[in-house]
């Protein structure tokens, strides 16, 4: 990403539809702060103590698996059809601890492989990485029955899937609930791991909710994996990991790994911020147990952006495909040519606007031929004009 | 630790000296909380943007190695007698995760050995450990030189070095300068890292401070590795890691050990808090750059504590032997007999006094007769009669 950040720096002027950031125009951190407060005088009454006590104590070292799972708990029930006790959740710094203690927990031999589709968020490849774990990536979830046998044939154990199945970054896909059990069946039977992340569920724009994977799941291979940086605000560094009840059936094997999975997080970072938790807890506590209301400014802008997005696609690239995602911060547009590092920074030299190529995102080869739009972090009004720009670039590219 | 906060739960009445957290009475939570408005008017200044900009600016993601840098070089200096340039320091989720990061991007072999003084602090042996990295425990630090020929004999190599040369944890000693330029000049004639933990080093009661073995070296073999958790609290979870100007004299080594510490982070923990960060810059501009007034109060009452329990154990417990530390949270008694697991659930159950055998932070054998006591955390009106009552239990067991 040093590469993209670098060109949007020689560019500053540049539309770019490459951040894949929340808006920040709804951050409302003043008020969130004064939600402390709120979670204070809960937390005094709760275990009886004076304010000033629970003050006191909330700045000290605490709990390594968080002081707020009973209201996250709560919240991912409400919000994203979560069923879990408090005691399976528990409170990382970001969602990306949360997978990098899954993945420094569950990898114990040179045998043990990551399965994640190609292309995929780099923070999940990139910890599997930086921990020397080996990854194996499927072009297509339809792939992988097969290659579960080939890792087996060649004596590698997959071990844990990762997935985005709810607006996918990259691609904003959904995968279909059929699908979905078609998946937990073949990775219950294999004793695979599947790490579900959902950070854009809650943004959806039409249509029905789809189910998780861990609300489907009735073998114990879901481990949930959260965060408040797109409901609220990245800057909390606040995310959390839910536990199945029993492991593969297990229940005894899912106490032992939440236990291993505290032990790693002790020694990472200790615990998560109190501070911060006491802000996401003092919301959660102030909106009745569902970030829906604090969220809606925001789910619609995105719904917004989107519709001019495809809007103007429409109109100005006819030439190429593109995909219409019911929801989430993404989507990606197909072209008819190779779209590459030359092709970001002459885009950025020539027409002034940032996309990123969907190559980037994958294992070895593929997505050469399409980039990816994010339409949550850019003005609405910059929108077509991007576009057009952006369109101008492929037909001058086609002409050529 | 699970085991002693297990035992304090059992024996919620009893005093406790097991526990090394700073003590609560001194976090100014609310006011501090108040100086991330004093941050944001200041990097609202220096980026030229509106203070409303900064503010959402603040809660979104931000540069993986912080945006507090430059305060942090500037208190360190004034604080620490550490010279550095900001681009020199990375911000980290806690002095853990700076630890954390340098154990996963140094060790890179499974040749590479961690040395140790033994006992030491378990979150170093800890982290070591969940990593897969082989640790070599030196119970005297005149053994380094012998230890490190012993390794490379067996085909091992000593990689870095872990110590906190300021009032220890657990022994409370400070390792003297002529002693500190000797490690120095072992490790950088064998290129071995140090890594030097330097939590207690501003809460000396008496002499003068220490050298810190970062300002000593001449070689470049130093990474100094600090925290907010003992000057303001623990609940920020905002530590510091400082690199040397040139890793072994090289410049370049230097800047792509930062680039990778830098990487692992983002694939770690993202980015540190922004908001916990502009709490500690907003502390440090309303302080002038130093915490020396902030820390008073709690320097006092630690070094108060310190006298009142060298008094008490003068008075109650002439049989055995212990330090006077001139700083920091912890000392060491030295008993006549072996106080492990079994005499802590005792003592705790019969004089309801809490302590932490040496033993439990040590690796292998070693301070199986000795254990800490942290004064840091005890209300100064308890430290007597505790005191008695673990004398009561010495001079019981001596004379069963």
Known sequence: MNFLNEVSIDYPSAISFASGRPAEAFFQLESWLGRIDDFLEHRAKKDGVSPATARALLAQYGRTG????????????????????????????????????????????????????????IGATGIA?????????????????????????????????????????????????????RILRVCASKRIVILEDNPYGM???????????????????????????????????????????????????????????????????????????????????????????????????????????LGSLASCLSESRWNVPSGGFFLTVDLPFAFGRREVERCAAEEEVLVMPLSFFALGEGGERSVRLAFSNVATADIPRGIERFARFVQKRLAA
Chains 1, 2 share one sequence.
């Open 66 to 121: 968080g002081m707020i799972v009973d209201l996250v708990a709560d919240q991912i029930r409400r919000d994203e059809r979560i069923r879990c006790r408090p005691e399976q959740v528990m409170i990382t710094a970001g969602c990306q601890e949360a997978l990098a203690l899954c993945i420094g927990t569950l990898f114990r031999t040179p045998r043990d492989v990551l399965l994640v589709r190609s292309p995929t968020y």
């Open 129 to 181: 990485d930086a921990s020397g774990v080996e990854i194996a990536a499927l072009s297509d979830l339809a792939e992988l029955e097969d290659t579960i046998a080939a890792l087996e044939r060649a004596g590698k154990r997959p071990r844990a899937l990762y997935l985005i199945p709810e607006f996918d970054n990259p691609t904003g896909t959904v995968i279909p609930e059929g699908e979905r059990e």
């Open 203 to 309: 943004f959806r724009f039409e249509g029905e909710p789809s189910r998780p994977l861990f609300s489907l799941d009735t073998h114990g291979a879901v481990i949930y994996l959260g965060t408040y940086s797109k409901t609220l605000c990245p800057a909390l560094r606040v995310g959390f990991l839910v536990l199945p009840p029993a492991l593969f059936g297990d229940a005894r094997a899912a106490r032992e790994l939440h236990a291993r999975l505290s032990e790693r997080k002790s020694f990472v970072t200790v615990n998560t911020s109190q501070i911060m938790q006491a802000l996401v807890g003092g919301v959660l506590l102030a909106e009745g147990g569902t970030l829906s209301r604090v969220i809606e400014p925001a789910r619609l802008l995105y719904g917004k952006n989107r519709d001019v997005m």
